[in-house]
């Protein structure tokens, strides 16, 4: 597609479940990024993905977070034993490789999470 | 480390009025910076973005921002605002880690726009 993809839009899961989040970066990007949105919190950045380069996992909060990028194209974030304050929107993006006249980031439109 | 700051929580404006809204960054080296916008239930979209160069930079839907090194700010404008300009506002500033390149973003300012 033309943008970045998101999948699930919303996900509803029960405290404790494991829960995987999808993301289709755009065609030709090489750089993939997770950011986690909380309610009047911003957007927190959770990792990095560049090419076939070791990911930046530095904002990761826990080790209950995981992520995986195959192929430098599709991207799985996986949450296990979920807490409620996991609940969120995740927004993927991804971007070209950054040089002096590129670096902004494609965002999709977010898998909002929420945790019973 | 880098941050951004955005002062403004959330600002009201009548339709047709002008916009400023705030921005101010903290980081070591000469900054790329940007504006995002994001309407409800939407992700983010980029209005503008400086690199270098010319410190007036225009965006999309008739927006400015201007970078003033010396006060370390970004501020964003537009002279004439449209309801449709009703969404929330996220400045950000890029990261240059080793191996690693992020956006820090700020916690955003919310604009209302009254008909």
């Known amino acids: 597609g033309a943008g970045v993809s998101q999948s699930p839009s919303n996900k509803v899961t029960e405290k404790g479940k494991d829960v995987e989040l999808r993301c289709d970066p755009i065609?030709?990007?090489?750089?993939l990024y997770w950011y986690r949105q909380s309610l009047g919190q911003g957007l927190e950045f959770l990792i990095y993905?560049?090419?076939?380069?070791?990911?930046?996992k530095s904002g990761l909060p826990s080790d209950r977070f995981s992520a995986e990028r195959t192929g430098g194209s599709v991207s799985t974030l996986t949450i296990q034993r979920t807490q409620q304050e996991d609940s969120a929107v995740y927004l993927c993006?991804?971007?070209?490789?950054?040089?002096?006249?590129?670096?902004?980031?494609?965002f999709g439109e977010g898998s909002r999470l929420t945790v019973l | 480390a880098q941050s951004v700051t955005q002062p403004d929580i959330h600002i009201t404006v009548s339709e047709g009025a002008s916009l400023e809204l705030r921005c101010n960054y903290s980081?070591?080296?000469?900054?790329?910076l940007f504006w995002y916008v994001q309407s409800p239930g939407q992700g983010l979209q980029l209005l503008l973005k400086y690199f270098s160069g010319d410190t007036l930079v225009q965006g999309i839907k008739g927006f400015e921002a201007e970078f003033k090194r010396s006060q370390s700010s970004f501020n964003l404008r537009k002279p004439s605002v449209h309801w449709s300009d009703a969404a929330e506002y996220f400045c950000?500033?890029?990261?240059f880690g080793a191996g690693s390149y992020q956006l820090t973003f700020g916690k955003g300012t919310k604009l209302s726009v009254i008909p």
């Open positions: 950000a500033v890029a990261y």
């Open positions: 993006a991804s971007s070209h490789l950054v040089t002096s006249s590129t670096g902004e980031l494609f």
């Open positions: 993905f560049q090419g076939n380069s070791a990911p930046d």
């Open positions: 980081y070591g080296a000469t900054p790329y």
């Open positions: 065609s030709g990007h090489t750089a």
